[in-house]
């Protein structure tokens, strides 16, 4: 375990750096730049400004100078919030979109699990097939489609829900987690049901089956520890993406998480913000990626190796 966990680390250092490097250069090759937006300047303060941000050093200079303070988590300053750092900036809007990633899970396990199971015990039914079919639709339909028909059905037609804001529970969260974890409740159903039928057929099930144990207890307590290790394995990317997806749905509902924070620094040209918020949503990536090696490593020995 400690090996794997070392192995994982080694490639993330160098995954990292690549990551850092293509944004860098990336973000400096888009037209525009930091203070086009700004009201007319003369050419002076334009100039002032440039040198108080560093932006008219040699391009090789500046990212010498951002890779040398970004590997002690100096990520520098925002150009959009004058006076505050990209870090700053980071751990305001950390807890909201890490909040929205959690209840998106939740609804996405809960509800992927229980049809995935139940299609697996129930496999060639209506019970299989209709929660299946579902399933593919909420994996074709995508976040910036979901979410406008949700608002349009439940906050504007019914008046249910609100539809922007994150202030109340579980008024404004409902919507932004569905709408955010719908299709990977989804994968989760298809993934739980293809372990389940797995395990299902394993001769060990068979065996508890004759020695007389119930359906139930051959399900929950026998066959669900292997049926669920796809799950496991696909639930470290699914957080990942549960995180970089709310750049959407923040965007729809109006919510103040990090995800926002990023979509405006793109269109403001904000170097530093778009830069330390790639760098630390890559980090959160590997994280949980590693998090969900460990835990399939826990049910499944074999994986270690």
């Known amino acids: 375990m400690l090996q794997l966990i070392i ?4 490639v993330a250092i160098p995954v990292l750096i690549i990551v850092a490097s293509l944004t860098f250069f990336l973000v400096r090759l888009a037209p ?3 203070f086009d937006s700004e009201k007319a300047v003369s050419p002076q303060v334009l100039k002032n400004l440039n040198e ?6 040699p391009l090789y200079e500046q990212y010498t100078d951002y890779m040398t303070n970004a590997l002690v988590g100096d990520f520098g300053p925002s150009f959009r919030y004058p ?9 305001t809007g950390l807890p909201v979109t890490l909040e929205l990633a959690f209840y998106a899970i939740i609804f996405a396990s809960i509800l992927g699990l229980l049809a995935g199971i139940v299609a697996a015990v129930k496999k060639n039914t209506a019970l299989d097939y209709i929660p299946m079919a579902i399933a593919m639709l909420g994996i074709c339909m995508p976040t910036f489609l979901l ?3 949700l608002v349009l059905v439940f906050g504007i037609n019914l008046e249910w829900m609100p539809v922007s804001g ?4 579980p008024g404004d969260k409902v919507l932004p987690a569905i709408t955010l974890g719908a299709a990977y409740a989804a994968y989760i159903a298809r993934l739980s049901r293809g372990g389940m039928l797995e395990t299902l057929n394993q001769d060990y099930i068979r065996t508890a089956r004759a020695k007389g144990l119930s ?10 520890r292997g049926g669920l290790i796809p799950v496991l394995a696909f639930l470290g990317p699914a957080i990942a993406g549960l995180i970089g997806g709310s750049f959407v749905v ?3 509902f109006q919510i103040p998480g990090l995800g926002r924070f990023y979509v405006e620094a793109a269109f403001n040209r904000d170097y530093t913000m778009i830069l330390g918020t790639t760098i630390f949503f890559s980090a959160l990536i590997i994280f949980f990626n590693l998090l969900s090696d460990i835990a399939v490593a826990i049910f499944n020995p074999q994986a270690r190796t």
């Open 215 to 224: 359906e139930f207890k051959v399900v929950m307590v026998h066959a669900i």
């Open 52 to 57: 108080a941000y560093n932006l008219n050093a």
């Open 32 to 34: 525009g730049g930091p």
């Open 250 to 252: 923040e965007t729809i």
């Open 166 to 169: 994150w202030d109340s529970l």
């Open 83 to 91: 006076g505050r750092s990209v870090s700053e900036m980071i751990l």
């Open 147 to 149: 979410g406008p028909l």
């Open 7 to 10: 192995k994982r680390l080694l």
